[in-house]
């Protein structure tokens, strides 16, 4: 009989050996793994479920935020059109100055003012009858489709306010028609300042901070 077994007892309840019985169940270690493994898994399409909104939210991938910044500061690249842009001296422009108010020897002053100012004086005189007390601003600028990209801009630094209308002329003078409106021609100072914005463009701002020192 062995040492566990009580007193009294034998028979089919003696215990033998050194084994005795277990009072719990076998601890299943298999499911232990599968849940750790089920939680660790959940944890994992949490965290990068949250990544995901954050970076929504966010804005998307930051450095490409950045590189699309970065290209919109860029001082943009003229065109060939603005390369190709080459305006006339006064010199190489030559005006036809014509009243058209009841004024009498407006164009004259007003041509010898733009003779000052370096431009080639042609035919000076009253306005023709299709223009003649006709024009109610300041002055009309006519000539052949080629000046609005040349002659046009140019004379138009010396007198704000002016209209421009092209004709079927096949020569390169312009015609400065006065109208009801004129008063004079813009201060020198003025239509220096205009001719030099015309001549040297500024480059289109951007909305970029400037770079901290």
């Known amino acids: 009989m062995s040492m566990l077994t009580p007193p009294g007892m034998g028979g089919k309840y003696r215990i033998t050996g050194t084994a005795y019985p277990r009072m719990r169940r076998p601890r299943r270690r298999g499911r232990i793994v599968v849940v750790g493994i089920a939680a660790a898994a959940a944890l994992g399409l949490a965290g990068w479920g949250t990544f995901q909104l954050i970076d929504v939210f966010g804005g998307g991938d930051k450095n490409a935020v950045r590189s699309a910044a970065a290209e919109a500061c860029k001082p943009a690249k003229p065109t ?7 305006f006339p001296k006064p010199a190489a422009i030559t005006v036809n100055v014509y009243n058209a108010t009841p004024r009498a020897g407006l164009a004259k002053t007003t041509a010898d003012e733009l003779k000052k100012r370096g431009f080639t004086i042609g035919k000076i005189g009253n306005a023709p009858a299709a223009y003649d007390k006709k024009v109610p601003g300041p002055g009309i600028l006519l000539g052949a489709p080629g000046a609005a990209k040349g002659a046009f801009p140019v004379l138009g630094t010396q007198l704000k306010g002016t209209t421009t209308k092209t004709d079927t002329r096949a020569t390169a003078d312009v015609d400065l028609i ?36």
């Open 80 to 86: 060939p059109a603005t390369q190709a842009a080459v």
């Open 178 to 213: 006065i109208g009801t409106a004129f008063k004079a021609l813009a201060a020198p100072e003025d239509a220096t300042a205009s001719m030099t914005a015309l001549l040297n463009p500024k480059p289109a701002p951007t909305n970029c901070a400037p770079k901290q020192q």
